[in-house]
């Protein structure tokens, strides 16, 4: 995922916070904020230095970007998401999150629904 779809300022961060959406599961907090005339969906990802070290950290997020990569066709492209991970997502292999990613967008309906096939 190219770097400028991430969301990186504090400023950014909290207006998602401020106007968006919120919905969960146990393993993640999804923020959504729809912004017009965007082509392509920007994401922000925050992970608690509570959940691990610096290594399970950045597998937590390199996680996160994948299964964003991988259901980039099937996101509303409008939106911008912010991911917060919560501490069981710390034991979770890269099919596990991308499976509960899946939920939670679901929940949010911001998922189209040809996205059931988690693999």
């Known amino acids: 995922m190219k770097k400028k779809y991430r ?3 504090n400023d950014d961060f ?8 919120s919905f969960a599961n146990r393993q993640f907090v999804v923020y959504t904020l729809k912004q017009e005339g965007s082509n392509h969906f920007r ?3 925050s992970v608690s230095k509570k959940i691990g070290n610096a290594v399970c950290r950045n597998r937590i997020k390199r996680y996160i970007r ?3 990569h991988e259901l980039e066709h099937q996101i509303n492209p ?7 991970a919560r501490k069981p997502a710390a034991n979770m ?6 499976k509960s990613l899946i939920h939670v967008l679901k929940v949010g309906r ?5 996205a059931n096939n988690s693999k």
Do not use: A, P, T, W
Not at 93 to 98: G, L, N, Q, R, T
């Open 7 to 9: 969301i990186k300022k």
């Open 14 to 21: 909290q207006k998602v916070f401020r106007r968006g959406k």
């Open 43 to 45: 994401i922000g990802l």
């Open 66 to 68: 994948q299964s964003f």
């Open 78 to 84: 409008e939106n911008e998401y912010i991911i917060i």
């Open 93 to 98: 292999d890269f099919h596990e999150v991308k």
């Open 110 to 114: 911001v998922l189209k629904q040809k």
